[in-house]
Nanobody
Framework: QVQLVESGGGLVQPGGSLRLSCAAS????????MGWYRQAPGKQRELVAG???????NYKDSVKGRFTISRDNAKNTMYLQMNNLKPEDTAVYYC????????????WGQGTQVTVSS
């Protein structure tokens, strides 16, 4: 099993910044991909940024140049630095991990609320 715990959400004004953290524990050596998803009210959950199995990163078009995904392997923690936040970034943000197993499975964190409002 892999446990994921997000932190760092909150209320911020448009143009502001937040940094989300995702701490992983458990069978972390079996993780082959990780990412950040978000879900706004009435909308489907969508990928915001992620690490592929080869370590390359990918971003949703609307956050390119504003959001940066990173990780600290020594701390088993993944981050999402969010700059120049917009009201449309308001959502619950979830940490995700794809885990090797028999069969492979997906782990999710509990989510952290990000609200961008003046």
């Amino acid at each position: 099993q892999v446990q994921l715990v997000e932190s760092g959400g909150g209320l911020v004004q448009p143009g502001g910044s937040l940094r989300l953290s995702c701490a992983a524990s458990g069978s972390i050596r079996r993780i082959y991909a990780m990412g950040w998803y978000r879900q706004a009210p009435g909308k489907q959950r969508e990928l915001v940024a992620g690490f592929d199995g080869d370590g390359s990163t990918n971003y949703k078009d609307s956050v390119k140049g504003r959001f940066t995904i990173s990780r600290d392997n020594a701390k088993n923690t993944m981050y999402l630095q969010m700059n120049n936040l917009k009201p449309e970034d308001t959502a619950v943000y979830y940490c995700n991990a794809e885990v090797m197993g028999d069969p492979d499975f997906t782990s999710w964190g509990q989510g952290t609320q990000v609200t961008v409002s003046s």
